[in-house]
Structure formats: C-alpha cells, structure tokens
C-alpha cells in the first residue's frame, strides 16, 4: 500500500514530501506537482461489504455474485481490484461506478479469489485493503443446448431473441468447437453482434458481427478456443448477441457479468483415455528404472479397447510399429511446443504421418502390443525441438491428473 503510492507519485513531487502524504488518513493533500499548489484527493474507504445478487450466501459471493460495498469518500472510485491470496499474482481488477458517496455495487468476475478488496478513484486515491471477502468457486454453466428466449423485459421496438450454445466445456483446437445459435423474431435488426466475454475479467476477446438472415432463420457461429495463431487462456467464457433495430433499439442476449447464460468453460487438453482407468503403482512412473534405460513416460491402465484420443490436437509426426513400444504415435501439438507420444494401441491408429488432428478425436484404442504387461497407454511428453530431435521428456504425471480432473 505504501509502496504503491509512493510508486504513483514518484515523479510528481520530493520524496520526502511522498512519504508524508502516504501516512495513513481519510483524505490528504497531495502536490499537484506542476504548480507546487496542492491537490485535495479523497482517500475512499470500505467499511463493510455483503452479498448481494446471484451470492452463496451474504457473507460468501462466487464469481458472477454482485457485492454491496458501503463505505466513505465512494464518489469518485472507479477501480476495484480483488486482491486475492497470493501476491498480485491473483489480482483481478474490475471498473466500477460508484451510486452515491456512500456505496457501489460491483460484480465479482470468475478470476477473483478470496481476499481483501481494493478501491481507486479516478483522481488516484486509494482505499487501504478491506478485511477479506470471501469468494467460492463459480456454479458450473447453465447448459443451453437448444435455443431459448432470453429473459428479461423486451425493449420496446427491439427485436426478440432466442439463443443457444452447444456444450459447457469445450478444448483448444477441438473440432467441432463450441457453436453459438441464434434466432430473432419480432421485429428486423439493423445490426447483429456476437461478443465472446471472458469471464475472468469481463473482457470481450472476440467479435464476430453476423449479417441478419431471414426473421425466424437459426443462425449460428463457431469457436475453437483460438484468437488469431494462439491458443485463448482456459477459463470460462460466454456469448452475448446484440441485435439493434434502425431507431436504435436494443437487445441484448444477456447482461453484462452474467457467467452463466450461454457460457462455457475452456480447457486446453483433454484427457487422453475415455474410461475408467488408473496411473498403477511404481514402477508405472516417470524416472522409474526399466532393464538398460529409464522409463520416460507415464503408464495407465485401463481395459483392452478403451478409447483413446488426442490429449492435444496438433500434425502427426511419427506412427509406427516398434518391438517395444508396439503400435505407437507422435503429435507435434498445435501451438503447445510439446511432443504427445501415445504407445501399444491395440491396433495402428487410423492417423497416418503427417495427418492432422485435434483435441479430443479418436486416434486408437488402449492395448498392450509390443512389450507392455496389460493394456495401458504409455504416455511421453516431449518438449521443444521434440522427440528424439533434441527435446528432452519431462514428467507427463502432474498434466495427465490436471487433464483427468476436468474431462
Ligand atoms: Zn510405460
């Protein structure tokens, strides 16, 4: 706290000066640098803060949950940053407008976590950190498979919307990705635009602006997890149409901050045997000694003809057959540098060198050939230049349980 203000006003007076004005007070004078005249700048402060829409309880909000923050000198504050738990790693800020000198409402984006809340006001005052707000964990997505109508109070002359979004998780470079539909009734639209927020700070990251077909015609959109090259940062993410007719009505799928309606949420791997299965004992681990070498992957086990797919969509850089590793592939994940080695499928994968792939297709079955002992996959991750072409394999446990917790 200290140090940040001092931060933001090194430049704009003495430093001795700075350190007095950073003593702890309601309001204070501060050098307006230019004039050597003084500044009066409100220091605004949180005195309590409760739930107070879409919350786990008063005292406990969740990403999505709107806060009533009461409080002092409010006016002018239009930052409020959730300061988290750890560092400024886990900070999140959000704009804010204050509704009177007392209060504000805010709402709480999914990337916050519990701890103290901070308020800044436009002229650069600063609250001192409130005792700690508790955040849960978000409710998962509302499914929405099918087209329905937005809820809500319709503006008048504003066309009626239906919409729809196909699945509530969804991977990078999956195909089909996750498809957003739509249908308007009622009244023409002007003009459509589709948004992608992130729910993690409220941002939209992707604008689609769609020509209107004909009154009652489904429309929709589609999205791999991907803005431009790169892979989007998993989390969640939701959809809102905006559709105005030409007097300049509007309607709006849903309201900003809600993670909920027509949201998902992102993964960026998927894990890679779709059935019961376990990680064994050992001797199944990275590192673990083999006859003449070290074993460079991760074994599972699962049943003889289980699924498998692609943990990560990407080209196919090796399949092949081998006395050991028995019917094995190599994908040269997409955007991800890192090699995904899948070894003793049950038969040859349907894949062929230099095919592509993507999250979550099919690319053989779990077996046992070459030297395996029971039908599992053995699993090597491989980072950059790659397999046996100067990359070196690392640990693939903790990514195969981080992937296995989601999918
Ligand atoms: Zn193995």
Redesign the pocket.
């Known amino acids: 706290m200290r140090d940040s203000r001092l931060h933001a006003k090194r430049g704009a007076c003495a430093l001795a000066l700075c350190a007095a004005v950073a003593a702890p007070a309601v309001a204070s004078a501060q050098s307006g640098g230019t004039g050597g005249g003084t500044v009066y700048v409100a220091t605004p402060k949180v005195t309590k803060v409760t739930c107070l829409r879409k919350c786990a309880s008063k005292h406990r909000a969740r990403g999505g949950s709107v806060l009533k923050i009461a409080g002092t000198e409010l006016a002018g504050v239009n930052q409020l940053t959730y300061l988290g738990s750890y560092g400024s790693g886990d900070d999140v800020t959000v704009k804010v407008r204050a509704g009177s000198t007392s209060r504000l409402q805010a709402r709480v984006p999914l990337g916050a976590v519990t701890g103290p809340i901070l308020l800044t006001t436009s002229a650069g005052g600063r609250s001192a950190p409130s005792r700690p707000v508790l955040i849960l964990p978000p409710l998962p997505p509302e499914p929405n498979p099918e087209l329905s109508p937005v809820p809500g109070p319709r503006v008048n002359g504003a066309p009626r919307l239906e919409t729809g979004t196909s699945r509530t998780k969804a991977y990078v470079d999956a195909r089909p990705g996750v498809t957003f539909s739509f249908r308007l009734s009622g009244a023409s639209a002007a003009a459509l635009k589709v948004e992608l927020m992130s729910a993690a700070d409220g941002t939209v990251v992707k604008t689609w602006m769609p020509q209107e077909a004909a009154p009652d015609h489904v429309q929709s959109i589609s999205w791999n997890g991907r803005l431009g090259r790169a892979a989007a940062k998993p989390g969640r993410y939701s959809f809102r149409l905006t559709a105005a007719s030409a007097d300049g009505s509007e309607a709006r799928s849903s309201q900003t901050g809600d993670v909920q309606r027509d949201a998902f949420d992102l993964y960026d791997h998927i894990f890679p045997i779709r059935g019961p299965h376990d990680f064994g004992g050992a001797g ?1 681990r990275f590192g673990a000694g083999r006859a003449g070498h070290i ?1 460079q ?3 599972s086990f699962a049943n003889c003809g289980t699924r498998m797919v692609a943990a990560r969509g990407g080209r196919v850089k090796f399949k092949q057959y081998h006395a050991a590793a028995g019917h094995y592939l190599v994908i040269d994940g997409d955007g991800t540098e890192i090699d995904y080695v899948y ?1 003793h499928l049950d038969q040859p994968s349907p894949f062929s060198e230099g095919d592509r792939v993507f999250t979550g297709q099919t690319i053989g079955a779990v077996g046992d050939s070459g030297n395996a002992q029971g039908c ?1 996959l ?1 699993f090597e991750l491989w980072g950059a230049p790659g397999w046996y072409d100067g990359g070196k394999p690392f640990d693939p446990l903790p990514s195969l349980q981080a992937w296995d917790s989601w999918s």
Request: proline content about 0%; aromatic content about 0%.
């Open positions: 199944a074993h992957g991760q074994d070894m599992h053995h």
